[in-house]
């Protein structure tokens, strides 16, 4: 099974929407985790348009990689700028990519307008995300 981290700044948003999309959607054939450079709560927006989805991302927190010690991964995924910056050294195998998305964390506007960002975000990192670890998979030996 590949195990793959999805890291950003603070795992509150793209990092946890990313690791409940695969979780749901590749289960069985990837093992998604997510950890923050600066971690903080789990933004209850995401939780709710990931709900919209029938995706519960309700009892996920936000984590360090300090709490994630013992695990080794497969691929690293940076989905914000400032953790690719300040993505620390995995030893091995693993291999690193960068897909970049806004935060949505940061949207302004009424609440829908908000949600309706968190959206897009989720939408387009499902759209990014899943074809590439599909392919992924593809190429494994162990498939």
Request: hydrophobic share 40%; charged share 25%; proline share 7%.
């Amino acid at each position: 099974m590949l195990k793959v981290l999805f890291l950003c700044t603070e795992n509150a948003c793209r990092s946890q929407m990313a690791e409940g999309l695969v979780n749901h959607y590749l289960a069985g054939k990837v093992r998604a985790h997510s950890a923050g450079v600066r971690p903080s709560l789990v933004n209850p927006r995401a939780i709710q348009v990931m709900a919209e989805l029938g995706i519960d991302i309700s009892k996920h927190r936000s984590k360090s990689l300090e709490d994630l010690p013992d695990q080794k991964f497969d691929l690293v995924i940076t989905v914000c700028d400032q953790a690719r910056e300040q993505c620390p050294f995995f030893p091995g195998p693993t291999e690193k990519i960068h897909l970049g998305f806004p935060d949505p964390g940061r949207a302004t506007g009424t609440e829908e307008e908000i949600l309706t960002v968190f959206r897009q975000v989720r939408d387009a990192m499902g759209e990014e995300i899943l074809p590439l670890l599909q392919q992924k998979i593809a190429q494994s030996p162990n498939s």
